[in-house]
T-cell receptor, first 113, second 113 residues
Framework: GDSVTQMEGPVTLSEEAFLTINCTYT??????LFWYVQYPGEGLQLLLK?????DKGSNKGFEATYRKETTSFHLEKGSVQVSDSAVYFC????????????FGPGTRLSVLP | DVKVTQSSRYLVKRTGEKVFLECVQD?????MFWYRQDPGLGLRLIYF???????EKGDIPEGYSVSREKKERFSLILESASTNQTSMYLC????????????FGEGSWLTVV
């Protein structure tokens, strides 16, 4: 079945450091890909998405490119801030796999001042 | 802006009580979901619904039931709460299109004592 794999956390960075969180997927069909962010005590918020190969999703300085050849959707940010501390979830939606979303386990990011 | 509203952010219930968690979305979405989130276990799908009065079991339906009498409202019911149901519960909704996005509520923290 469809699945999403994320790098294990927690990830701890200093402010202004470069961030990469790896995400790879397996899918039966041609999925849409997403990154969600969860701040402490809150629900998941959509951070960015991409619906086809080579699309780049971007928001709040975060970017991710849909790489069909490597089945990846890595999240990057050039300069993280303390306020970026949160849990990040990679997810996919595959129409051919029923109408459900598949989530990765989440990666906790802590940014130190 | 999309809006998924969960009626209670924090609840404390006693073992054996019947518990209702309510969720309302204002996006006219066909699909609604209930997830449970526990440390180290990620998001686990309890139930979902594709349409009014329709429901499908997710990965962990035992001990739960759901009700969808109106398109905008999806209720999660714990018939007899147990301490192992202490968790954060997340409601979500999505449209029924091939390239859709899932939107989450802020979560309900349930403690069963």
């Amino acid at each position: 079945g469809d699945s999403v794999t994320q790098m294990e956390g927690p990830v701890t960075l200093s402010e202004e450091a470069f961030l990469t969180i790896n995400c790879t997927y397996t899918a039966t069909g041609y999925p849409s890909l997403f990154w969600y962010v969860q701040y402490p005590g809150e629900g998941l918020q959509l951070l960015l998405k991409a619906t086809k190969a080579d699309d780049k999703g971007s928001n709040k300085g975060f970017e991710a490119t849909y790489r069909k050849e490597t089945t990846s959707f890595h999240l990057e940010k050039g300069s993280v801030q303390v306020s970026d501390s949160a849990v990040y979830f990679c997810a996919l939606y595959d129409w051919s796999y029923g109408q459900n979303f598949v989530f990765g386990p989440g990666t906790r990011l802590s940014v130190l001042p | 802006d999309v809006k998924v509203t969960q009626s209670s952010r924090y609840l404390v219930k006693r073992t054996g009580e019947k518990v209702f968690l309510e969720c309302v979305q204002d996006m006219d979405h066909e699909n609604m979901f209930w997830y449970r989130q526990d440390p180290g276990l990620g998001l686990r799908l309890i139930y979902f619904s594709y349409d009014v009065k329709m429901k499908e079991k997710g990965d962990i339906p035992e001990g739960y039931s759901v009700s969808r009498e109106k398109k905008e409202r999806f209720s999660l019911i714990l018939e007899s709460a147990s301490t192992n149901q202490t968790s954060m519960y997340l409601c979500a909704s999505s449209s029924g299109t091939a390239r859709n996005t899932i939107y989450f509520g802020e979560g309900s923290w349930l403690t069963v004592v």
